[in-house]
Antibody, heavy 121, light 107 residues
Framework: QVQLVESGGGVVQPGRSLRLSCAAS????????MHWVRQAPGKGLQWVAL????????DYVDSVKGRFTISRDNSKNTLYLQMNSLRAEDTAMYYC??????????????WGQGTLVTVSS | DIQMTQSPSTLSASVGDRVTITCRAS??????LAWYQQKPGKAPNLLIY???TLQSEVPSRFSGSGSGTEFTLTISSLQPGDSATYYC?????????FGQGTKLEIK
């Protein structure tokens, strides 16, 4: 079945870096755009970043531009999020999600179970 | 950015009730809208896409309608397992945005 499994979360000090991974299975990973979405504790959902199926287009929410980098390795069926210069406000559950359509923006389905990032000294 | 505003923020209803949640976009998004259900400690789950298309295996008591700037999610007969937070999301552009969520409680 289609599955996304995130890893790499943890507790990190402000200003430090962390890399999240999302392992995909059950579908042709190289055919789909992918996203990272985050949810601060007790708050709503915030889209963070997208990458096209072939990696040629990437985009980010303003609050992470210049600090976060989304990437993918289609040979390993894995999505990444490199997070640098982390701030307290980056504390959140981070979900990866598959886009639905290759040629235009689409809905997100499925989602992984999430990995928790806590930025604290 | 396109802002998405949901109402109400919280809702309490009884089993069997008909429930409606509204989502308004700050500009027209055609029918490029999805609804998600999120239960505590779980990832969001897609219910509806393209404003009114029910995702497979989602119970038919869920329905969506609307276009342009105003959209609704309706649960025709509330069940105990429907207690959750519901989010709308626009995908009119690559700047995806979500509503702030509607927490639905069962009386």
């Amino acid at each position: 079945q289609v599955q996304l499994v995130e890893s790499g979360g943890g507790v990190v000090q402000p200003g430090r870096s962390l890399r999240l991974s999302c392992a995909a299975s059950g579908f042709t990973f190289s055919s789909y755009g992918m996203h990272w979405v985050r949810q601060a504790p007790g708050k709503g959902l915030q889209w963070v970043a997208l990458i096209w199926y072939d990696g040629t287009k990437k985009d980010y929410v303003d609050s992470v531009k210049g600090r976060f980098t989304i990437s993918r390795d289609n040979s390993k069926n894995t999505l990444y999020l490199q997070m640098n210069s982390l701030r307290a406000e980056d504390t959140a559950m981070y979900y990866c999600a598959r886009d639905s359509i290759a040629s235009r923006p689409g809905w997100f389905d499925p989602w992984g179970q999430g990995t928790l990032v806590t930025v604290s000294s | 950015d396109i802002q998405m505003t949901q109402s109400p923020s919280t809702l309490s209803a009884s089993v069997g009730d008909r429930v409606t949640i509204t989502c308004r976009a700050s500009q027209s998004i055609s029918s490029w809208l999805a609804w998600y259900q999120q239960k505590p400690g779980k990832a969001p789950n897609l219910l509806i896409y393209d404003a009114s298309t029910l995702q497979s295996e989602v119970p038919s008591r869920f329905s969506g309608s609307g276009s342009g700037t105003e959209f609704t999610l309706t649960i025709s007969s509330l069940q105990p397992g429907d207690s959750a937070t519901y989010y709308c999301q626009q995908y009119n552009s690559y700047w995806y945005t979500f509503g702030q969520g509607t927490k639905l409680e069962i009386k």
